[in-house]
């Protein structure tokens, strides 16, 4: 009888966690999947079964890899800078400035600020002729772009508004990080006589390196799943230079109409996002310390 009563009381305490799991990620998951064998159009009440059409569709489109480079692109571009910002960020406050809890929370509101409202606010910074970055760079004697409607800079715009959005999230975590390492080993390193780099690469980089590996997989994750940033500020375009995967399948579903084939590509993002998860985890083990 208590053996039955553990039991209960496990499901009780597991099952409960699970439903919201269960109703809002593994049943869409499951009929998203179904659908990608179809070809319903969103709007008929019926539908054709294809097999993997959608899928060797998908995977020989020119399309599918341009948006698969400009979603790799737009990962590399936004994690690397947000990393080192964040650390960079972090290192400076722990010199303990003036103001000091003004200053994170200054640097903290990007990422709580949503952002659509963020991106309508920087397409006028944006703005070729009158806005504010074009202005400065005016200044100076510098090229100003037209940075949404240029194919060549319309990414980096949207870059530079992820990174600005994420460094500071990025440098709590490592702030955090930092205050737990223990003030003797600068010390040690100090009466070793090691330098700013040598400390840098022998204490700080290594002891910080969990959460490290913590922010390039969110960040990964969150660099797959863009698109508020490129639905206000490019649409996409021009002529699909800031078309992500995620964007792709936007179009594929909620323009073109061509659910089967959107779920087909929503599909395979899921399984890219777990393959490279699980391929960052492993790849860990060569370079964090816990």
Not at 113 to 122: F, G, H, L, R
Not at 130 to 138: A, C, I, Y
Not at 206 to 211: R, Y
């Amino acid at each position: 009888m208590n053996r039955f009563g553990n039991v209960g009381k496990l499901l009780f305490f597991v099952g409960i966690p699970m439903i919201p799991l269960v109703v809002f990620w593994f049943v869409p998951m499951a009929v998203s999947v179904w659908l990608s064998f179809t070809n319903w159009d969103y709007i008929s009440p019926t539908f054709d079964y294809v097999g993997i059409e959608n899928y060797t569709n998908a995977l020989t489109s020119a399309d599918f890899y341009s948006a698969l480079k400009n979603t790799i692109f737009f990962g590399f571009w936004t994690i690397l800078p947000t990393i080192f910002f964040g650390l960079l960020l972090a290192l400076l406050l722990r010199k303990g400035l003036k103001g000091l809890t003004g200053f994170k929370a200054f640097l903290f509101a990007p990422w709580i600020t949503p952002m659509v409202a963020m991106s309508i606010v920087w397409s006028w910074i944006y703005e070729p002729d009158v806005g504010l970055l074009n202005q400065v760079l005016g200044w100076f004697n510098l090229p100003q772009p037209s940075w949404l409607t240029d194919s060549e800079m319309a990414m980096w715009a949207i870059i530079i508004v992820t990174v600005w959005k994420n460094a500071g999230w990025a440098m709590l975590f490592y702030a955090d990080a930092l205050s737990k390492i223990p003030d003797e080993l600068y010390e040690v390193g100090n009466i070793e006589g090691a330098g700013w780099l040598q400390r840098m690469t022998t204490i700080v980089i290594p002891l910080v390196s969990p959460t490290t590996l913590f922010l390039v997989i969110i960040s990964a994750i969150d660099s797959i799943q863009a698109y508020d940033q490129i639905q206000v500020m490019t649409q996409g375009g021009p002529a699909g230079s800031t078309r992500t995967l995620l964007y792709l399948y936007y179009q594929m579903a909620f323009e073109q109409f061509n659910m089967g084939q959107a779920t087909a590509l929503a599909t395979l993002i899921v399984i890219l996002t777990g393959a490279l998860a699980l391929i960052m985890f492993y790849g860990s083990k060569r370079w964090v310390h816990y």
